[in-house]
């Protein structure tokens, strides 16, 4: 029976320094050779990880969390945020004098010439502050934004944008995405497109964003340096990132 895993980026195939582990190459090489189908499934936008994907020589993801999902190069499903709402949201956001990146597969373009939270957020994710664009997501499709405020701010948002929903990925930024997207919702899109059983789905992941995929498919592995929620849900918790996690999370599944 074909089998497919799922691979999260930063955490996950990333280390913390956003190096690839030798382990983990050879860990998906390996697991290629044996006729498993390989994909990612990230938050990123797609033009945040090509030197990656041609590394492991992987054209099949779920990005934006789910809303933005390609199999073999092909787009097969996209669900972008609501554009109304987003020019509301821009309002408020304006108005709490809490800056946005928003993003399209291509690029990402920010409401403000420079913030200090955006530079650090970005700068975790080695990428450089973007330019600035308030009418950005005016005539193009948005599948996600990053809101830049502190812990517990965003929670306006939340009351007043039901639309939307909100994933903490650092001190100073948030995930918004169409309500209910997710990268299990991705998934769910990709395995129905290949036929694949849900017993044979398996996904690796390590954050917040991870919670409703580890869930979802059939076999959830949450890495050693995962939040606890993560390792909650997962069926297995397997090693840290940079201790071979992926390898040995691959080898307890017996995939290689």
């Known amino acids: 029976m074909k089998k497919i895993v799922f691979f999260d980026i930063d955490g996950t195939l990333l280390d913390h320094e956003k190096k690839l582990p030798s382990s983990t190459k050879k860990a ?3 697991l290629k050779e044996n006729g498993v189908f390989v994909a990612i499934a990230t938050g990123r936008a797609p033009f945040m990880f090509p030197s990656l994907k041609k590394e492991l020589d992987i054209d099949s993801y779920v990005s934006f969390n789910g809303q933005y999902v390609v199999f073999e190069n092909e787009a097969i499903y996209k669900n972008p945020l609501n554009q109304s709402e987003l020019g509301r949201f821009l309002q408020d956001t304006a108005t709490n004098d809490h800056p946005l990146i928003f993003m399209n597969e291509v690029t990402m373009k920010s409401t403000t010439h420079f913030h200090p ?13 973007p330019e600035e664009d308030k009418n950005f997501y005016v005539d193009k499709e948005i599948y996600q934004s990053l809101l830049f405020c502190k812990e517990g701010e965003e929670k306006f948002y939340f ?25 299990a919702e991705g998934i769910k899109q990709m395995i129905d497109r290949l036929g694949f059983d ?24 949450a890495m050693g340096n995962g939040v606890p929620e993560a390792k909650a849900l997962a069926n297995f918790v397997t090693t840290d990132v940079s201790d071979d996690g992926i390898w040995n999370g691959l080898k307890e599944l017996k995939l290689i």
Do not use: C
């Open 28 to 30: 998906i090489q390996t």
């Open 117 to 129: 939270y955006i530079e650090t957020s970005m700068d975790s994710l080695l990428f450089p502050h």
């Open 159 to 183: 009351e007043n944008f039901p639309d939307f929903d909100f994933i903490r990925w650092h001190p100073y930024s948030v995930d918004v995405l169409p309500k209910g997207g997710s990268k």
């Open 198 to 221: 849900l017993k044979d789905v398996y996904a690796f992941g390590d954050g917040l964003n991870d919670l409703e995929m580890l869930k979802a498919v059939g076999t959830g592995v």
